[in-house]
């Protein structure tokens, strides 16, 4: 009987290793010793950003439907819903779009194609001018954002946005809003992500971050490196004041932006 006892407890140790072992770890595994490697001088540094023709950044709507959809958590009760229509410009002389002249607009409900509210927004325009003769500005499609307001926490719904007069509206999309904040309600997983740039490994960096289910994600910045561009685009650098020494001023390629709107929405 010991030895079936000490046979037991030892297949549970091995069976647990293993498990721990094909799991990715956290913080409740923890504390772990760090970890340090001296840098290998021979693999590649950076990668290549995405080329603004690739169909994972390339505008796929038409006119004024909806592009580069985006949530932003307010709290427990609200969301707001942002996207682009229109198309963006490059150029020296430029006419911004007319923000006026679509609305913003999303229907929404707790049930897939029952739509029981409408909530309206607002929509803006952004141009980015450089007073230097040769540098070409830009100005950006028409921007909205709609808060939605007086949900309910912790509850899944269904929307779609643009504009039902023209008609001009989104695919149906869904969102989950937060729980109301208490001792034993909160967030069981975070992510944090920063400096994903647009690239080929920015694709296995998002997989990864889906393969974990979020409740929530941080992003901290460095996300499209329009200012590794000038404005007329054409290949990234890895430091513009050291590729193009007699610029001027430092330059961007806006419409990097956009292909990252595209991107993540």
């Known amino acids: 009987m010991k030895d079936f006892k000490l ?8 069976a647990k290793m293993v498990v721990t072992e094909s799991q990715i770890p956290t913080t409740l595994d923890g504390p772990f010793k760090p970890v340090t490697h001296r840098l290998d001088p021979s693999l590649r540094k950076g990668s290549s950003d995405l080329p603004m023709d690739d169909p994972r950044i390339k505008r796929n709507v038409t006119s004024n439907f909806p592009e580069q959809i985006a949530l932003a958590i307010s709290s427990p009760t609200s969301v707001w819903v942002s996207w682009v229509t229109g198309d963006a410009q490059v150029g020296s002389n430029l006419t911004g779009l007319d923000p006026s002249s679509v609305l913003s607009e999303v229907w929404y409900g707790k049930e897939s194609g029952k739509y029981t509210s409408v909530a309206k927004g607002v929509s803006t325009v952004y141009s980015q001018l450089y007073p230097f003769k040769g540098l070409l500005n830009y100005t950006s499609g028409i921007i909205h954002h709609v808060r939605l307001k007086d949900l309910q926490p912790k509850t899944k719904y269904y929307y779609k946005c643009g504009d039902s007069s023209i008609p001009a509206m989104s695919g ?6 937060f729980p109301t904040p208490s001792p034993n309600s909160y967030p069981h997983r975070i992510a944090v992500i920063g400096d994903l740039g647009l690239t080929s490994n920015t694709t296995t960096t998002i997989d990864h971050l889906i393969q974990n289910d979020p409740s929530m994600i941080l992003m901290v910045g460095d996300l499209s490196y329009a200012n590794q561009y000038q404005t007329t685009g054409g290949k990234g650098v890895p430091s513009f004041s050291r590729a193009f020494p007699d610029a001027p001023i430092r330059e961007t390629y806006q ?3 956009d292909a990252w709107g595209r991107y993540a929405g």
């Open 255 to 257: 419409p990097r932006w």
């Open 7 to 14: 046979w037991t407890i030892t297949f549970l140790i091995i």
């Open 172 to 177: 149906e999309n869904v969102f989950e809003t």
